[in-house]
């Protein structure tokens, strides 16, 4: 029987972390090298835990199925990391950072989580510029903020349009650092397969070792899946191309919870799709909204060209529909009413894709200036698309970009299956219904650095739990099935590419399960998805062996997870009777089209447990809300 | 956006197992201009797939020039004709109907080949792991504004901190070189006060382990800054130099 305890320590929600801290077990230094840890991953989350656990003393072994560590997804992140140092003195503050993200949330998030969040938010900029990482100073010396994401503050820490990857190559210098000191071992060109469980707790995992094919055993004290989100399921989006679930799909098909799959998050500025042969979308800089204009024609299917559409043809819809955010509404806002003016027929030239215009920026401040704020981006857009926008408008689409949802933990970050820890975009714990620009970055470092080095400590001096050899009946058991599983993939010989079914499904998910959400869609996106499963099963084609680098075989191992996690990211959608944050039901709306939460009935964290494939059994974790009130946004 | 479809000749690399001899291996195929090189390869891929062919092996992940991973010798030219960057930012509207296009892996004696177009750049993870780092521990470090750093300093720091570490300065280069990564790394630390308490053993110990790993000695070609996609300057390898330099004479000084 799963029973959900979150394990919110008592006491004011300011002091909540610094008790935690102090109730919990310690293990004295001489002992943690007694210790194994496995870590999955090293983005962000998985970098900062590995260094941090080595520098305890515990005898840590890494793994990512790159080529190296650093190239993990959180290297490609642009925008910033938010911090409540209040630098600037406008009024930030630890519980003002606090107060944003639950609300940000739209109040699906757990306020005890959160507030830690912000709490050691400081932390990981002083961490990171003691590493070296070289953050924007102004002329005086000291750091430079920007805002971001709609915050009322500057509190976003940046590396020009390069954050991410300041931010990881840190995390990743003080792992090799533990490499070269021969306290990680670390395993590259890796994939992770399957979780090993005995008694009902996490012992280990086995591999697929991507250069000679071989199915491996590693067993340990612990394991901490830190592998990143699912946007991928929709084939389309502005995660890396190897992005993927499986790690915590199979931790999921082992027993572990997944928590609200369907909350995704669409990002408004990405460019559009060009064609069939469209392998990822790249996502646009949100600043561009500060200072271009996004518009429609009013006519449907209007093939003019931009600059042929006069004046008052045009719809500015943001503006006209939200005039006091304009074209600087929220995130969900804009990517559904870029939606909408395309369903109407009104996309740009027909096409998916709507006007982002600075033919006024540039005359009201001049080429220079914008040249200035956004040359580097409008470089970009002109190296991909070939067209200019100084004389162009750009075309942008909304495209999917995060998963809020992940596996289900507790305070201590540990998911339901004792000694399985989860971090970062993988876990479901701290963006509620919807992230705020430049904190999944704060996320990742806080979960890694300054969370799991307290709560893995806490756990293996409390619980005790035994090493198991790798010799163990159940790892015998994992890995043939693992090898049986891989073998069946390349015997199945059918007649359609991995690509081809993933396309296939991108849409579906799209069209149903993406940025609005109705129940028949909802239902008919269960049924298309059973299908193409089971056509997936029949027809799938991987040449090659499995004794090789076989790159397709590793990506029909995905992608059979990801036709899994789709049915359930569609059966949380139907389940919840709300709008709420990136999750968008259309029956679920206020009469001028805005998101309705049902706080009465779906302030709850909903948990799913796998029964058997295409039957999931929902537990709920009642969310309260104590110090943010409950209430609803309005951005008119 | 779209223009015509070119038609295109492929001459690419195949070869199975880092221990077999490779060749090149002709293929016709026909591409809209908006596609990226990648994508060309990706339906290139597709195709061969549903031939029940073994597709061509090759590495990307970002696609948006910043995780080092993708990386090919385009017509001889590491990331292609375009300067400043990478394989998966270069687009085919920069090549005409008709072109016949070489597509190779990075070589080096310390890059072997994997598979086709794959390569082993373990090297620089352990030219990372023997010092490309400031020894601090988590938690415990000062306030991150206690410590000043003017402007240009942070600038040019995040200059040499932009390498994606993508290994096509070595591949540019006659010798397989690998000082322009390795100076990036020195520079990035050895410019900020952070870095400063530990420059020299930094130098030495990321130099000692780029030589043991067979990576050539620079004959200051310039080819390595022409094909970085970062422009990355050479002029971190004058500054590595004059690191070294000073390091040994630091450690000449200790002996006596
Ligand atoms: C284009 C873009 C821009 C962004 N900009 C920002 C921003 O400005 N600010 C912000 O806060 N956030 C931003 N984000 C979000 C943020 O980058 C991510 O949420 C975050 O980096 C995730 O970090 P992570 O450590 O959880 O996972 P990742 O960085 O995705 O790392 C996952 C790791 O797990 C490994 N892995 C996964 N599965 C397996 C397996 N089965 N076996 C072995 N290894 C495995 C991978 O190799 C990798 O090492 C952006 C995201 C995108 C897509
Ligand atoms: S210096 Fe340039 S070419 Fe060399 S690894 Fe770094 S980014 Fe690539
Ligand atoms: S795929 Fe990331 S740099 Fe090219």
New binding site residues.
Partial sequence: MVKLDSKIPEGHISEKWTNHKFNMKLINPANKRKYDVIV????????SAAASLAELGYNVKA????DS?R????????????AAKNYQNDGDSIYRLFYDTVKGGDFRAREANVYRLAEVSNNIIDQCVAQGVPFAREYGGLLDNRS?GGAQVSRTFYARGQ??QQL?LGAYSALSRQVGLGKVKMYSR????ELVVVDGIARGIV?RNLVNGEIEKYSAHAVIL????Y?NVFFL????M???T??IWRAHKKGALFANPCFTQIHPTCLPVHGEGQSKL??MSESLRNDGRIWVSKKKGDLREPNEIPEEERDYYLERKYPSFGNLSPRDISSRSAKEVFDEGRGAKGQEAVYLDFEDAIKRLGRKAIEEKYGNLFEIYETITGENPYNVPMKIYPAP??TMGGLWVDYNLMSNIPGLFV????NFSDHGANRL????????LAD?YFVIPYTIGNYLAADKPEKLSVDHTEFENVKKQTEDLTRKFISINGKQTVDDIHKRLGRIMWNKVGMSRNENGLKEAINEIRELREEFWKDVKVPGDDKDINQTLERAGRLADYLELAELMAVDALNRNESCGGHFREEYQTEEGEALRNDEEYTYVAAWEMEELGKWKLHKEDLQFEYVKLSTRSYK | MSGKHLNLKLKIWRQSGPQTAGSFVDYQIEVSPDDSFLEMLDELNNKLESEGKEPIAFESDCR?GICGTCGLVINGQPHGPIPKIATCQLHMRNFNNGDTIWIEPFRAKAFPVLKDLIVDRSGFDEIMNAGGFISVNTGGVPDANDILIPKEVASESMDAAACIGCGACVAACKNASAMLFVSAKVSQFALLPQGKPERFRRVEKMVKVMDDLGFGSCTNTYACEAECPKGISIRNIARMNREYFLAKVKSKELEV
């Fill in positions: 999955v991953g090293t983005g962000l989350a998985g970098a793994f990512t199925f790159h560590a190239r993990a997804h959180s290297i490609s992140a642009q925008g910033g990391i938010n971001f954050t991410g990881l890796r994939e992770m397969l591999c830190a592998t990143g989100g946007s989006s502005t995660n890396a190897n992005c993927n499986t790690a790249t996502l970009h995060y971090l970062g975009e993988a620009g430049a904190s999944a970055l704060m996320q990742g890694g | 948006e």
